[in-house]
């Protein structure tokens, strides 16, 4: 193994939706603070104190990244230490293009994230909901040859969406959801300039990514479309997602397919699951805590005792 191990920073997204600044200028800008819908619900932009735990866990388990970037909207978190040399906030104004801003919509942010001044050629990217729980090192992204290990489960969009789609709509008025229909879009899109198509579901969990691949998808291969997504504020039917540009690193040949159980990336829905429960069975190497529009105040109330008992010990990023 080369030395490229040794630079593989780590990016997250991070929003406190409970500041007061922030919800002025998201009311001012989109007309609503947050709804029960998909794609604009309070469990989009709440914070939980998710970011916390999610560095306790990655200095625990993954001590070898060599940069934190936290990408935010004029925010920090106060208990983060941002003098350690490790640390970075990147204000949305430092990477996205005047037009973009202000953005609300986490899948526009996410086609800037190569623009992060100082990044390293590979980088691994998470939600702040996102948490490494087993020891985990480079090859566990990243394939002898540096290219990144994309990691997918065996659920399928298939070719035949589209009929489906209105088949239903037609019956009883239902369509794919937002985030649904961006996967059958991506693997739609790539399809068409690759000749493959790819229909396993993103582990919606820790991903890693090369830069330069990831700067040629949003500049040169899907700038159309990235040009007419950016000034959506919120989460729109339409947005090309990022698993467009993983789709396409595989098609390309500068990525390596896995697919992975709940043992490998867990998705956790704060809804539904007993965490606890749900972490003794099938012990993830890593797992997401889902929030969603199907979350009440009283599921959240769960989070922080639950991630405190798994992660105990401040990390030195706190202050």
Known sequence: M???????????LWVDGSDPKWQAKKTAVTGVLTDESETNNKGRYLSNDE?????????????????IFIVTDDQRPEWLNTDHPRIQVVDHKEIMPAEALPSFNSTVIEYFLYRIPGLAPRFLFANDDM???????????FAAD???????KRKFFGRWHPQ?????????????????????????????L????????????????????????????FANRVRESQTHHVRTFGDIHRTAFVYYALGIGHGHLKYVDRREASR???????????????QPTLFCLND???????????IRPFLEALFPTPSTFEK
């Open 2 to 12: 080369s030395n490229w191990h040794k630079e593989i920073d780590l990016v997250y």
């Open 51 to 67: 970011l916390r735990y999610a560095l306790r866990s990655a200095e625990k388990h993954a001590p070898w990244i060599r940069k």
């Open 131 to 141: 948490f490494f729980n087993a020891d985990v090192q480079p090859d566990f992204f």
């Open 146 to 152: 540096g290219y990144p290990i994309v990691r997918l």
């Open 164 to 192: 489906l789609t209105a088949f239903f709509k037609g019956l009883i008025g239902k369509k794919l959801g937002q985030y649904a229909q961006k996967l059958a879009d991506s693997a739609q899109a790539v399809e068409q």
């Open 194 to 221: 690759t000749g493959t198509y790819y229909s396993g579901v993103p582990h919606h969990n820790i991903d890693a990514f090369l830069t330069a691949d990831y700067r040629h998808a949003v500049e040169e291969v």
């Open 268 to 282: 956790i829905l704060v809804h539904k699951h007993d965490f606890t429960a749900y972490i003794k069975r099938y």
């Open 292 to 302: 969603s529009q199907r979350v009440t105040d009283a599921d959240r109330t769960k």
